[in-house]
């Protein structure tokens, strides 16, 4: 039976030191600038299919193959595609989001490349105001006061290859050290932080997790045994994946984002 660790997630978020790190399930309620709910991979690569082989039946490409192909053979129609879908629109969103952008975190990082905080930050009046930051582009100028919010994998906009979401781009950043999955790992060490809406299943993200343990002169432990305990907010998660985050002072919370924000923000 699953611990319910409510209290303490609540704990953590109040004493102001915790970050928040959000994946796709984070921007659910969010609708794009079509007024559309965002799109899921599955649904991408389905629209995608339809940009760069109109008149053929689908078959079962990926979602990271399909966007290379469509680097390639319809840039204008791709960057059309991610600045409409994958952007979010006006239309109204959920007071959840408000909560959770006010809570006092130390920072935020996030997987997703939508535009998330810049619609909230349109949308109610925040205790604080956001920076976004990509980690494929230059960051902008530091604001003082301001939460930042970190796109590792880059953010939708004018420049499709500005994110990442191919085989390539993927191949790309599992060739070499990335300095905010780097800030990431450095920041698991030694604070605690809620995820929302991811089950951590990146590639990228563990391979910097290892590379910061095998690294150094020293042998290391696989988890520190001072490491602090984080939370992952999921309406539901593997055994297997609950028994490997555990090993890594990851806790599970039943529930999404949404429900979540009623009983602990």
């Known amino acids: 039976m699953t611990r319910d660790r409510t209290e303490e997630l609540a704990s953590a978020i109040r004493g102001g030191n915790a970050i928040l790190f959000t994946g796709a399930g984070f921007s659910a309620e969010a609708r794009d600038r079509a007024g559309d709910p965002l799109p899921d991979s599955a649904q991408m690569a389905c629209e995608l299919w339809k940009l760069v082989f109109p008149d053929e039946r689908p078959d079962d490409s990926t979602l990271a193959d399909l966007y290379d192909i469509a680097l390639l053979r319809c840039p204008d129609k791709l960057r059309e595609y991610?600045?409409?879908?994958?952007?979010?629109?006006?239309?109204?969103?959920?007071?959840?989001f408000r909560a959770w952008f006010s809570a006092p975190w130390k920072r935020v990082y996030t997987l997703n490349v939508d535009d998330l905080e810049a619609a909230v930050a349109r949308r109610f009046d925040l205790p604080r105001p956001l920076r976004t930051i990509s980690a494929l582009a230059t960051p902008p100028p530091p604001i003082p006061g301001a939460l930042e919010v970190i796109h590792l994998n880059g953010i939708a906009g004018d420049v499709a290859s500005q994110v990442t979401f191919s085989t390539m781009q993927y191949a790309s950043r599992l060739a070499r050290r990335d300095k905010a999955y780097e800030r990431f790992v450095e920041d698991l060490g030694s604070t605690q932080f809620v995820f929302v809406g991811t089950k951590l299943d990146e590639t990228v993200l563990w391979q910097h997790v290892e590379l910061d343990r095998a690294s150094g002169t020293r042998e290391r432990e696989r988890v520190p045994i001072d490491r602090p305990h984080s939370f992952l907010i999921s309406p539901a998660l593997t055994r297997a994946?609950?028994?490997?985050l555990e090993s890594h002072h990851i806790h599970w919370v039943p529930g999404t984002a949404a429900e979540l924000a009623e009983r602990v923000l």
């Open 241 to 244: 994946r609950q028994i490997l």
């Open 82 to 96: 991610v600045a409409t879908h994958l952007k979010i629109g006006d239309a109204p969103l959920p007071d959840s």
